[in-house]
């Protein structure tokens, strides 16, 4: 059974940080490209970043390139986001997919930028 859980999410001050966390299950994590997606309230849900399987290369929507870093341990079937220098427009909840081939969405994980 595929299972993706997403966690690290919280409340944060302008300027500052946080680390995302994804666990993945179910599937080869290893032989998929995997991405982090958000969706702010009334928007649609948007790509935020892609890791390829082997940990390269990635690529970053313009809205958060040189703000965060996506990276994956295939050990660990994990899936991490890196977000520094946060900003209220980045407040949103956040979700990790395989990149090409989407499967269940997981809850997501709220994260609020606010001061």
């Known amino acids: 059974q595929v299972s993706l859980a997403e966690s690290g999410g919280g409340l944060v001050q302008p300027g500052g940080s946080l680390r995302l966390s994804c666990a993945a299950s179910g599937f080869t994590f290893r032989n998929y490209a995997m991405s982090w997606y958000r969706q702010a309230p009334g928007k649609e849900r948007e790509l935020v970043a892609i890791v390829n399987s082997g940990g390269s290369p990635t690529y970053y929507a313009d809205s958060v390139k040189g703000r965060f870093t996506i990276s994956r341990d295939n050990a660990k079937n994990t899936v991490s986001l890196q977000m520094n220098n946060l900003k209220p427009e980045d407040t949103a909840v956040y979700y990790c997919?395989?990149?090409?081939?989407?499967?269940?969405w997981g809850q997501g994980t709220q994260v609020t930028v606010s001061s």
């Open positions: 997919n395989r990149h090409y081939t989407l499967v269940t």
